[in-house]
């Protein structure tokens, strides 16, 4: 059974930073696409970043570029999102998906994606 589990969200000052931890178990994780997701109340779904486990491909919404990393760390089947210079727009619902067959590149992501964790919050306070 896959089971994707998020930590690390919390309530921050603007500027600050974040890192968040998808543990991943259930599956073949070396040949996985990882992605990280957010929601804030009210609004879609956004893809912020995604790492492709198999070529080593990485995607950042133009959002986040130059202030969020991801990184996947193989021997632990985690992936990582350090989330620096946090915004108040960054608050929202992060969730972390996974999917065999999704595509994440430096130009786009595509889905679907088929598993999911059940999130953690993000705050960031002005």
């Known amino acids: 059974e896959v089971q994707l589990v998020e930590s690390g969200g919390g309530l921050v000052q603007a500027g600050g930073s974040l890192r968040l931890s998808c543990a991943a178990s259930g599956f073949t994780f070396d040949d996985y696409t990882i992605g990280w997701f957010r929601q804030a109340p009210g609004k879609e779904r956004e893809g912020v970043a995604c790492?492709?486990?198999?070529?080593?491909?990485?995607y950042y919404a133009d959002s986040v570029k130059g202030r969020f990393t991801i990184s996947s760390d193989n021997a632990k089947n985690t992936v990582r999102l350090q989330m620096n210079s946090l915004k108040p727009e960054d608050t929202a619902l992060y969730y972390c998906?996974?999917?065999?067959?999704?595509?994440?590149?430096?130009?786009?992501?595509?889905?679907?994606?088929?598993?999911w964790g059940q999130g953690t919050q993000v705050t960031v306070s002005s």
């Open positions: 998906a996974a999917d065999l067959l999704a595509v994440c590149n430096e130009n786009y992501y595509l889905g679907p994606f088929g598993s």
């Open positions: 790492i492709s486990n198999s070529d080593g491909g990485t």
